[in-house]
């Protein structure tokens, strides 16, 4: 009979290979013939994202507003870039996951070239989607989460609407009032064009509204998720329901025009 000790210890070695990784870790060898060298590495990683968010603030007459949008990169990568250029890929880009079950997203990429000039973003159509090159060189620390500054907009025209839905589904009858006292949804219209004070691409983002009460303060009003949009597009922001605004849907007429076909008014 053998038995087998429950005792909890650990092996010791008088020393270890000189090759030896305890972490999993990515190596290339190369191979020159003399010489200097100039070598480009590009690889993909799922733990260095950004996301896009933007804060509008609407002005008194609710008729023009201001715009700031935010970039906040996320580096989980395991490593620390310093000095690097950033550029940001936003649209919707295909990957295969290990479900093998295609995921969409942006695109971050970011390496160890310092870029001259000191700006903020720059814009170029790349593929069918947009590229955005920080004009400055960036820090982006292991396990760091940092804002930058993608766009900025003083002042640009918008239209506020109160917008009543009608009916989702078909009368099969002759109903006369339907509905009372309902709900009536507030929106933000304004066009994403040069004319108009805008005029960048805008990565899909949450956009949050604020507007200054009487006392000066900024106050909430509302938030929404807007989609990718090109330049010279129209942009509908939700912001909520309208208090002191009710609407009634009735039916004024009914017709049976056959025994499959009615119309309603």
Not at 81 to 95: C, F, I, S
Not at 183 to 206: H, I, Q, T, W
């Amino acid at each position: 009979m053998r038995s087998r000790s429950t005792t909890p210890g650990g092996f010791g070695f008088p020393e270890v290979p000189d090759n030896l990784i305890a972490e999993p870790t990515l190596l290339w060898r190369l191979a020159a013939t003399g010489g200097q060298q100039q070598v480009e590495v590009s690889y993909l990683t799922s733990s260095l994202n950004w996301k896009s968010d933007y804060v509008m603030v609407l002005d008194e007459d609710d008729d023009a507003a201001a715009l700031t949008g935010w970039v906040t990169l996320t580096n989980q990568s395991g490593t620390a870039y310093e000095n690097a250029r950033l550029q940001l890929v936003a649209g919707d880009v295909q990957r295969v996951q290990g479900n093998m079950r295609p995921e969409l997203r942006s695109r971050v990429m970011a390496d160890a070239m310092a870029v001259q000039e000191n700006a903020g973003f720059s814009e170029n159509a790349f593929f069918e989607y947009h590229l955005y090159t920080l004009g400055r060189p960036a820090d982006l620390m292991n396990n760091e989460q940092k804002q930058v500054t993608l766009l900025k907009s003083d002042d640009f025209g918008v239209e506020k609407k109160l917008i009543f839905h009608g009916a989702t589904h078909y009368y099969r009858g002759q109903y006369g009032q339907v509905t009372t006292n309902q709900k009536v949804g507030v929106f933000l219209d304004f066009e994403n064009s040069e004319r108009n004070g805008l005029g960048m691409p805008l990565p899909k983002g949450v956009v949050r509204v604020y507007k200054r009460d009487h006392t000066g303060a900024l106050q909430f009003i509302g938030e929404d998720l807007i989609d990718h949009t090109p330049r010279d597009e129209e942009l509908r922001i939700k912001m909520g329901e309208a208090f002191d605004v009710v609407a009634d849907r009735r039916q004024m007429d009914y017709t049976v025009i056959s025994g499959c076909v009615s119309e309603s008014t």
